[in-house]
Antibody
Framework: QVQLVQSGAEVKKPGASVKVPCKAS????????ISWVRQAPGQGLEWMGW????????NYAQKLQGRVTMTTDTSTSTAYMELRSLRSDDTAVYYC????????????WGQGTTVTVSS | DIQMTQSPSTLSASVGDRVTITCRAS??????LAWYQQKPGKAPKLLIY???SLESGVPSRFSGSGSGTEFTLTISSLQPDDFATYYC?????????FGQGTKLEIK
């Protein structure tokens, strides 16, 4: 079946970096994009950006520009989200989601990776 | 950035009720709107895309409508499984933005 599987929880110190993988299966990886969405504890959803798995083009949320990089490895059907210079307010659950062609939403989601930033 | 405002923030209702959640955009987004359902500790689930298109496998008691700046999600007859938090999201322009969420509680 179509699924996105993410890695387990991470604990990082302020200033460090985290790289979260998202492994896709059950579909042709390069036919879709991957979006990343995060959710701080008790808060709503925040779109971080997306990557076109076919050509690697990206679009990032302005507030994360310079700190976030999204990449893909098509040989393993895995997307990655790296966030650098971590701060306490980056503590959140990070989700990857499959982005369908224009206008059709994010239809398959990973289970989420909890990233805790604490000294 | 386009601001998405949902109302109400919390809604108390009973099984069998008809409920409506409203989502307003700070500028026109045509029909580039999706609705998601999220339960505690779980990833969001796509319910509606392009404002009114029902995602495959989603019960027909869910429906969406609207265009431009005002949108609604309606659940025609609440079921126990529907108590959750609902988010609207625009994808007319970057950055994509979500509403703050509407928590649907059991009365």
């Amino acid at each position: 079946q179509v699924q996105l599987v993410q890695s387990g929880a991470e604990v990082k110190k302020p200033g460090a970096s985290v790289k979260v993988p998202c492994k896709a299966s059950g579909y042709t990886f390069t036919n879709y994009g991957i979006s990343w969405v995060r959710q701080a504890p008790g808060q709503g959803l925040e779109w971080m950006g997306w990557i076109n798995a076919y050509n690697g083009n990206t679009n990032y949320a302005q507030k994360l520009q310079g700190r976030v990089t999204m990449t893909t490895d098509t040989s393993t059907s895995t997307a990655y989200m790296e966030l650098r210079s971590l701060r306490s307010d980056d503590t959140a659950v990070y989700y990857c989601a499959r982005r369908r062609a224009a206008g059709n939403g994010m239809d398959v989601w990973g289970q989420g990776t909890t990233v805790t930033v604490s000294s | 950035d386009i601001q998405m405002t949902q109302s109400p923030s919390t809604l108390s209702a009973s099984v069998g009720d008809r409920v409506t959640i409203t989502c307003r955009a700070s500028q026109s987004i045509s029909n580039w709107l999706a609705w998601y359902q999220q339960k505690p500790g779980k990833a969001p689930k796509l319910l509606i895309y392009k404002a009114s298109s029902l995602e495959s496998g989603v019960p027909s008691r869910f429906s969406g409508s609207g265009s431009g700046t005002e949108f609604t999600l309606t659940i025609s007859s609440l079921q126990p499984d529907d108590f959750a938090t609902y988010y609207c999201q625009q994808y007319n322009s970057y950055p994509w933005t979500f509403g703050q969420g509407t928590k649907l509680e059991i009365k």
